[in-house]
């Protein structure tokens, strides 16, 4: 991992105006070890490789914080009225999250357990496609921390890569379909070793 990757990769990522934004006022709530993760990101890369605006096709921005003293809903909803309200000139879906709870409600959503998560980095290592697991913040001195813990080369190359660490394949086929409705650039490496490529459409590039 290089630190010209990471460098093309924050250059990128702040193009889009609602995610530069959004990292401006975060750390004004103080959330625990807060970062700004996933689609937002990774999609905005996607979009300077395939020419369109940086915002195009991103549904929602994602915050993940961890904060394992309030891990009841309301105190999650708490923090979720206060980053609403925070965002609301934006007009965009902020979802955030703590972290710290997410295993209260996984299995009942996705049908596989999840351990508890310490921090929000064991959340974005979870994301079902590598190049998804990417966060980023601002530390004390305002400077970008960036953690990516599969590095760049897949996200670069468009590629969707399983990342096997919750075992949910019908969760990654279901969001590599979506995702190449819109980015048709993608290429998905199949979710086992066996080249199981059933459940996306054979009109799909494959890696």
């Not at 020419?51 to 991103?58: C, L, R, T, V």
Request: with cysteine; aromatic share 12%.
């Amino acid at each position: 991992m290089s630190g010209q990757d990471r460098s093309k990769f924050l250059d990128v990522v702040m193009r889009n105006d609602i995610n530069r934004t959004i990292m401006d006022r975060l750390p004004e709530i103080a959330l625990p070890d807060w970062y700004l993760v996933a689609g937002c990101l990774y999609q905005t890369v996607w979009n300077d490789l395939s020419g369109h605006s940086p915002e195009y096709g991103i549904s929602d921005y994602d915050v993940f914080y961890c904060d394992e003293s309030a891990t009841t809903w309301e105190a999650e909803d708490r923090i979720i009225k206060q980053c609403a309200e925070v965002f609301s000139d934006l007009k965009v879906d902020v979802q955030v999250r703590n972290q710290a709870r997410v295993h209260l409600w996984y299995e009942e959503k996705y049908g596989a357990s999840c351990p508890p998560l310490l921090s929000s980095r064991d959340g974005i290592d979870g994301f079902l496609n590598q190049s998804s697991c990417y966060g980023i913040r601002r530390d004390d001195e305002g400077c970008f921390e960036v953690y990516a813990p599969f590095g760049y080369t897949d996200l670069f190359d468009m590629t969707l890569r399983p990342n096997p660490r919750r075992n949910v394949p019908d969760v990654y086929y279901e969001k590599a379909r979506r995702w190449c409705g819109l980015w048709p650039n993608l290429k998905v490496v199949p979710w086992s070793d066996e080249g199981d490529t059933s459940r996306l459409s054979k009109e799909r590039p494959m890696a």
